[in-house]
């Protein structure tokens, strides 16, 4: 008499390829059936099911920027990562009992998955799968929406910034918004406290990297003030979602001695508020002040302005530059990635143009650095004021993206205006703005 037929007289790299095509959740579930199953699954010593899943339902790393524009080769524990991918989603939707430490793993497991998107195809526009996983994932468990811990906020605003208003319908985004979030980013926006030389006037913690809580407040405001244009408008601003932020999601093909891909024509959203209202939010005590929330909440007479410009930029030699100190920091140096140097020009609607010059470097932690140097003439040809912006791509794709190819294009910009053309350490916080290209 014959034993019954079962799955198991079917070759196990048969069974392996089938399970490939399960959701990794249904893969654990088979492998709790029998002694068999638990073999075909985890006793094999490659780890082609491992990689086999990641690649079905993620994206696959090998053809992610930072493995193909870095000179040591790609080590990847595929089934660890798997593991940590379903774990993490195992954690954050629970809704009790998440400890820090759990949410900490989560959270930097969330934006290794970002890390690892393919860049745009030149061809076709294929979503990525990591990408809908976890846009899926942000928006059911509501972890961006909770209050992190203070050891954790910072995990939380990079992601916040990736995602934004993803989850949200075109006639909801703005909704995502709400107006004490709005006060709260105004507060800390137009705080001079929050720039000095500790942290290069801009978006920087004191050890040079991002600091990702000041940026999620910068693109605050912005996109709030985005609302208030009229609907018109609703067509001219750039991309937002996790699906913005990959490589090459930008048109065109920059050269390839313009890594960063500078060349090319921008739009520019500036916002900004009045300089005697910025000192009187600073400085006096109007509406309990200083820098009392009641300023934005409680005064009928504040107002932001929101300007659209076109930004033209072209790569030049160093040499090149007519006005501009863009001395390199040879503490931030990467020669995978030389500094660049541009040349160009602003011009907003009422047709009043200004020059800019800066250079674009990248960043130890893997941020791109941009820094404009803008002339303005205003009587006479003669120069009244220079602005000099501190530019940060906001995600990690944007930083090592471009090598060859484009990059997402949606950037987050703060601006100081120079009181004294040369030598002054005296700065004012002027502009908000949103930076994307637009060919």
Not at 149 to 154: I, R, S, V
Not at 289 to 294: L, Q, V
Request: charged share 20%; proline share 5%; aromatic share 12%.
């Amino acid at each position: 008499m014959s034993s019954p037929a079962t799955l198991f007289v079917i070759p196990p790299e048969i069974i392996q390829h089938i399970l490939a095509f399960c959701h990794p959740l249904d893969v654990s579930a088979f492998s709790r059936t029998c002694r068999a199953a638990y073999d075909v699954v985890y006793s094999p010593n490659d780890q082609y099911l491992w990689r086999e899943l990641i690649i079905h339902h993620f994206d696959d790393p090998r053809k992610s920027l930072r493995c193909t524009t870095s000179s040591i080769p790609l080590r990847y524990d595929w089934k660890m990562e798997l593991q940590r991918r379903m774990i993490s989603s195992s954690i954050v939707l629970n809704a009790r009992g998440i400890s820090d430490d759990q949410l900490r793993f989560a959270l930097e497991t969330f934006i290794s998955i970002i890390d690892d998107v393919s860049p745009m195809s030149q061809i076709q526009a294929v979503p990525s799968n990591g990408l809908r996983w976890l846009g899926c994932l942000l928006h059911q468990s509501q972890i961006l929406y909770r209050q992190p811990p203070q050891e954790l906020k910072q995990l939380v605003a990079r992601l916040s910034v990736y995602f934004l208003f993803s989850d949200a319908d075109e006639d909801e985004e703005y909704a995502l918004i709400s107006p004490g979030q709005r006060t709260e980013s105004r507060c800390f926006a137009y705080d001079l406290r929050n720039y000095n030389m500790g942290n290069n006037w801009g978006p920087y913690l004191r050890d040079g990297s991002v600091n990702w809580l000041h940026v999620q407040h910068l693109m605050t405001v912005i996109w709030a003030n985005l609302a208030d244009l009229p609907e018109r408008w609703k067509n001219v601003r750039p991309s937002v979602g996790l699906e913005a932020t990959r490589a090459f999601s930008a048109p065109d093909i920059a050269s390839q001695r313009d890594w960063a891909g500078v060349e090319g024509t921008w739009r520019r959203y500036v916002c900004f508020m009045d300089y005697r209202d910025l000192f009187s939010f600073n400085f006096s005590n109007v509406f309990r002040g200083p820098r009392n929330k009641a300023y934005f909440t409680e005064n009928v007479r504040f107002r932001e302005a929101t300007r659209l410009l076109e930004v033209k930029l072209k790569v030049v030699a160093r040499d090149k530059l007519k006005f501009s100190n863009m001395d390199d920091d040879p503490a931030i140096r990467n020669p995978l990635y030389p500094p660049l140097y541009f040349h160009g020009t602003s011009r907003g609607v009422d047709g009043n143009g200004s020059v800019i010059e800066g250079m674009v470097k990248m960043g130890n932690d893997g941020a791109v650095r941009y820094k404009f140097s803008e002339k303005v003439s205003i009587h006479d040809g003669t120069t009244q004021w220079r602005l000099i912006y501190l530019l940060l791509f906001y995600h990690f794709l944007s930083l090592t993206a471009n090598v060859v190819r484009k990059v997402s294009r949606l950037a987050v910009l703060q601006a100081q205006q120079v009181l004294s053309v040369h030598g002054q350490r005296v700065f004012m916080t002027k502009v908000c703005s949103v930076l994307w290209l637009n060919r």
